[in-house]
């Protein structure tokens, strides 16, 4: 079975723009990111993708490899399937450009899925961080995720899901994080299909997996990081990485 990873890494973003060039610590956000995913040493190959001559002369000044996209994409996982389509691969795992706190035990977690599926039941494979404080289960920016008895994702959202609407009953929230494994035909089905509602209104691109059947095996970790959406992130990542 052959294993990539991707890193799909745009340089506007709407909350915070060149986020991933900005300075953490003496090196760059999306640098920080790929050495992080080089140095688990769980991929036949590792590649930062993107639409950006800037964040592609980082990586390849720095003796990395990157891709530059040919069209306009919307969402990570558009850049990586238009980079895997004709790739000899299994399986590629999208790992976010802002997320240098990427570690080897949950992409371990995550490539352990396919190793243990011989029938291929599962399309795609995701991480899931248990979570706790109010304003994060309530905070839009956090992505919630729930799921069956056998962790199969039945719903992403911006909203808390489950609604606690008898709050006497226990239930566990779980944060969505971002990184993604995916099946190379999964991720090309994607890219060859259209939005629909569900992923138009939450703006929420593992949606459109769902609205077409495909099937999400979550997988939680407790590795919870910093993703780097604002400032105030950036100011926080720095902090942790000392």
Known sequence: MKIISMIPARYSATRFPGKLMQDLNGKTVILRTYEA????????????????????????????????????HDCGSDRIAEAVEFLDIDVVINVQGDEPFTDRESLSKLINVFKSDPNKEVDLASLMVHITDEDEINNPNTVKVIVDNNNFALYFSRSPIPYPRDKTVDVKYYKHKGVYAFRKQAILDFYRLPMLTLEASEKLEQLRYLEYGKRIKMVETDVQGVEIDTPEDLERAKKLWK
């Open 37 to 72: 995913t080089v140095a688990t040493n769980l991929f036949d190959d590792v590649f930062v993708v993107t639409d950006n001559s800037i964040i592609y002369n980082e990586i390849t000044n720095h003796g990395g490899k990157a891709i530059m996209s040919k069209k306009e």
